[in-house]
């Protein structure tokens, strides 16, 4: 099993920026890679980010391309969501996920997930 813990969430003002952390622990090497999706009210969870072991740029969704950054640290086994320019739209729960193979940007992919923490932004 994998455990997932996100932090970071909280209230920002539009164009202000926040970060958000997951750290994995259990068998993590059974997942290579690590992803951040979201979910508004009423609608259903979106892809907003993910990245392999590897590294590397990352995949986003179009609505966050620019302003988003995936990142991780491998060695604490945790990966990061700057958000930077946030808009009221961004408001959701994000949820934190974790998989085997590639970055995939279905939900239903995902074996593991973070219990959630909220973001609000207010225009």
């Known amino acids: 099993q994998v455990q997932l813990v996100e932090s970071g969430g909280g209230s920002a003002q539009a164009g202000d920026s926040l970060r958000l952390s997951c750290a994995a622990s259990g068998r993590t090497l059974s997942t290579n890679v690590m992803a951040w999706f979201r979910q508004a009210p009423g609608k259903e969870r979106e892809f907003v980010a993910g990245?392999?072991?590897?590294?590397?740029?990352?995949a986003y969704a179009d609505s966050v391309k620019g302003r988003f950054t995936i990142s991780r640290d491998n060695a604490k086994n945790t990966v990061f969501l700057q958000m930077n320019s946030l808009k009221p739209e961004d408001t959701a729960v994000y949820y934190c996920?974790?998989?085997?193979?590639?970055?995939?940007?279905?939900?239903?992919?995902?074996?593991?997930w973070g219990q959630g923490t909220q973001v609000t932004v207010s225009s």
């Open positions: 996920a974790a998989r085997a193979g590639a970055v995939v940007r279905s939900a239903s992919f995902y074996a593991y």
């Open positions: 990245v392999t072991y590897s590294g590397g740029s990352g």
